[in-house]
């Protein structure tokens, strides 16, 4: 493995992401606690590893990589790109609240926030996967 593989890795992390969000909440609505808090903190580890490997890649190697060709998909991917790193960059604040009230025991705050916590982290995670194959699987810039 190299440093060049980590796109894809990121990616994997994501739709890992994607998986145990989806399971967690499954468990909760069937009010299988337990199994809700292993998946979120599974989810957790997941966009963890995710982020790391992202910044290692983009510090190191990459710096920023260009959506050029085709130039009529460019506006679609850039407005998927900037919703995206928008929300990213407000999830992980959600993220921590909602996690600190969990491991607190203050389970209706919890609730509160994880209504909208879950939606956006989960529109993160599946876009994230999804810019992904945009720019190194189905267009790839060169």
């Known amino acids: 493995m190299t440093i060049q ?4 890795l990121n990616a994997a992390f994501n739709g890992l992401a994607t998986l145990f969000l ?3 909440y499954g468990f909760i609505r069937r009010g299988n606690r337990t ?17 790391i490997g992202y910044l290692t890649y983009h510090f190191s190697v ?14 679609i991917y850039l407005t998927v790109l900037i919703t995206h790193t928008v929300l990213a960059a407000a999830i992980v604040p959600m993220v ?6 969990a491991l607190r025991g203050r389970f209706e705050l919890h609730k509160k ?23 190194y699987q ?4 060169r």
């Open 35 to 51: 199994a809700h808090r292993n998946c979120m903190i599974a989810a957790l580890a997941a966009s963890t590893l995710f982020l």
């Open 62 to 75: 990459a710096g920023v990589t260009r959506f050029r060709e085709p130039a009529w998909f460019r506006p």
């Open 113 to 135: 926030i994880a209504r909208w916590t879950w939606p956006l982290w989960m529109y993160v995670s599946i876009t994230g996967v999804l810019i992904y194959l945009l720019l």
């Open 96 to 101: 921590l609240v909602t996690v600190f009230r």
């Open 138 to 141: 189905i267009f790839p810039q």
């Open 22 to 24: 989806l399971a967690g």
């Open 5 to 8: 593989d980590l796109p894809a």
